[in-house]
Every structure is written in structure tokens, then in C-alpha cells.
């Protein structure tokens, strides 16, 4: 370009240096800049989540290398209780951010002598959660198989440390054994994909012992007090789950109705209505849950959400009977039963291990 003169573009009777500009505004539906901005946020996080991911891991990483080092140099209590806190206190001053206290730095020595000889599968599994919620299973003395389970039900479900703590308080890993998806429709109602997810996702029996209950109690006073102990309940329903509200009022044809629970689930990506009852299962309870979908579909339900999921959470079911209440509905519902009393088996050990605790 001569003189150091720029190049001027004219486009619809507008000059611009060097780039083309539009000459009228292009323009968008609320719906389609709705859908701009959660993507653009989604990616955004995603990156964030996958720094977060990353950080993380070079963190564990330096842990577990601190801590085989104290521990291939056989720093012990007596020799170590001036090494450590020398050592820490001259690491501190290089890396201040670190939390490289001698407390943290005996845990680390823990934390590589307690997964040393463990199996590739735990090893990944306590690796990708943060440092807090590692020292919380350490401090528990789980298993390896224990240990595994609560790993990896705590990176699926992004749990915080309170909601590890609960888990392992409420022995979750007791049931899981014996946890199968409740009798369902999934499969003739659901994408392939989806149907597998809230199979796997949904529970044959779900135990409700952390009520506290001592006596038989009505429909409405067990909605109560599970939305008294809403954040355990979720807990207990498994992984995604977000409460939206209870009685929850949907209006149509001039008409009200009231679903007993509603909640979201960001796995499944669908609302998931629950309707209590404290008997056992009926066929008519599969109309009425059926009915509910509709409405949630048709009020409810976003355009980027998939079809809404029912669960009849009932005291006692046949899984015959619920196969054939199901066998012709074009809705997904599951039917699962409920246990309102801590097993006598898990209860004694409940109560063993409180004892030597005490002792």
C-alpha cells in the first residue's frame, strides 16, 4: 500500500478501514438468542470445568509424589517431627500457595501410603476428587471396594463434601448391591440412549430410614417430611437430581391438579414427577402418573428437554401386576418401592460402630 494510506471499502454507502461492514442490523428471535447464549455459556463452562479438571489433577499429582517421597525416605513420627515442619516451613516460602502444611504433608504420606499397592481402577477413581473430599475417605478407613464406590458415585454426581459425608454416614454402598432399576416402560417409551440412562439412573427399592420414622404415618405427612430432608432424599434418589417443588400446581381446561414431587435430572435432561402412596401398588396409580406426564409435556416441559419421566414410589409392589398395568402405556414410568426402617443388619452395625467410636 503507497503512502501508508489504507485501503477503504465502500459497502452499502459506508466506508470502513479495511474490514467489511453490514450495512443493516440482522435479526434474531428471543428463542434463537436464548439458544446463542446457552451454548456460548456451555462452552464457557465446559473449558472452565475442564481447567478445573486439570488443575486438579497436577495437584493430586504433586500430593501423591510428596507424599511417596516422605515415605520411600522413611520419615516416621519420632525422626519426622522436626524433618516435616522444617520441610514445610522451607516449601512454604517457594510456594505459598500450596497449603503445605506439615499436617497436610503427613496426609499426603498417608494418602500414598493408604493407595500405593491399590488397583488402577481406585487409583483413577480418588484421583479426580479434590484433596478435602479424599481426606474424608481416608479419615473413614473404607474398604477398597467401599473406597471405589463412593469415588466414583461422588465424581458422577459432582458431590460437595457434605454430600460424601451423608453418603457414607448413610452406608449408601450397603444397597447399592442390591439396587436394580424399578419395573418400567423405558424401553418401549424412550430413545434407546435415554432408556438405558434412567434405567441404570432409577432404583428398584429406594430406603427412606433416614426419616426416622417409628410409625406408620399418611401420604401427606411422608411428603412432608421428605421435603424436610430434601437434600438427603435427593441424595438417596441418585445422581442429577434438582427439587423444583412439592404439590406442584399445574392448570388446564380450567382445571388444577397437583403433582406430589418434581424434580429435574441434568443426566436424563427431563423433568421426573413422583407420586407417593404408602400402600401398595395399584393399577389406577398408573393413569393418574400417566395423565401428570401429559400435562408436564404440554405446560411444563422445554423445547430443549426430553419427554418427562413418572415414578410411582409406592410401599410394596408385584412386579407382575406393574408389568401389565404398564404393557400398553405410551408414557416412561417406573414403579419402586420404598423402606421407611434402617435394615436390622445394617441398623446393629450402625450401632457397633458408633460404640467403638465411643469407646
Request: aromatic letters at 8%.
Amino acid at each position: 500500500m503507497k503512502g501508508g494510506k489504507k485501503k477503504v471499502v465502500r459497502k452499502g454507502g459506508k466506508k470502513t478501514a479495511g474490514l467489511l461492514m453490514p450495512s443493516r442490523r440482522i435479526s434474531i428471535s428471543e428463542a434463537d438468542y436464548q439458544m446463542l447464549l446457552e451454548t456460548a455459556v456451555a462452552q464457557i463452562s465446559g473449558a472452565r470445568s475442564a481447567l478445573a479438571v486439570q488443575v486438579n489433577a497436577s495437584a493430586m499429582s504433586v500430593y501423591w509424589n510428596l507424599g511417596k517421597l516422605l515415605h520411600d525416605r522413611k520419615v516416621e513420627g519420632g525422626y519426622g517431627s522436626g524433618v516435616v515442619p522444617r520441610l514445610s516451613r522451607d516449601l512454604k516460602v517457594r510456594f505459598p500457595e500450596m497449603g503445605l502444611s506439615p499436617r497436610n504433608m503427613w496426609n499426603m504420606k498417608l494418602f500414598y501410603e493408604r493407595y500405593a499397592k491399590s488397583g488402577k481402577k481406585l487409583l483413577q477413581a480418588v484421583a479426580v476428587l479434590r484433596w478435602g473430599h479424599n481426606l474424608l475417605l481416608l479419615n473413614k478407613k473404607l474398604s477398597d471396594a467401599e473406597t471405589l464406590y463412593y469415588a466414583s458415585e461422588c465424581a458422577a454426581g459432582n458431590w460437595n463434601r457434605d454430600m460424601l459425608l451423608n453418603a457414607v454416614k448413610m452406608k449408601m454402598h450397603v444397597m447399592s448391591g442390591s439396587r436394580r432399576a424399578g419395573a418400567n416402560n423405558f424401553k418401549n417409551t424412550l430413545p434407546a440412549v435415554q432408556a438405558s440412562m434412567a434405567a441404570d439412573l432409577l432404583k428398584d427399592t429406594y430406603n427412606l430410614g433416614f426419616l426416622g420414622l417409628t410409625e406408620p404415618v399418611a401420604e401427606r405427612e411422608l411428603e412432608r417430611r421428605l421435603i424436610e430432608k430434601i437434600k438427603v432424599f435427593m441424595l438417596e434418589l441418585g445422581r442429577g437430581f434438582a427439587y423444583i417443588g412439592n404439590q406442584y400446581r399445574l392448570e388446564y381446561n380450567g382445571k388444577e391438579y397437583f403433582v406430589d414431587m418434581l424434580f429435574s435430572n441434568r443426566k436424563l435432561n427431563c423433568l421426573v414427577a413422583i407420586d407417593l402412596k404408602i400402600g401398595e401398588f395399584k393399577s389406577e396409580y398408573v393413569g393418574k402418573m400417566n395423565f401428570y406426564l401429559s400435562l408436564l409435556d404440554k405446560l411444563e416441559r422445554e423445547e430443549r428437554e426430553n419427554r418427562s419421566i413418572g415414578i410411582i414410589l409406592c410401599a410394596e409392589k408385584d412386579r407382575l401386576d406393574v408389568e401389565l398395568a404398564l404393557q400398553d402405556v405410551n408414557k416412561p414410568i417406573a414403579v419402586s418401592d420404598y423402606e421407611l426402617f434402617i435394615p436390622q443388619k445394617e441398623l446393629q452395625a450402625l450401632v457397633l460402630s458408633e460404640m467403638k467410636a465411643m469407646s
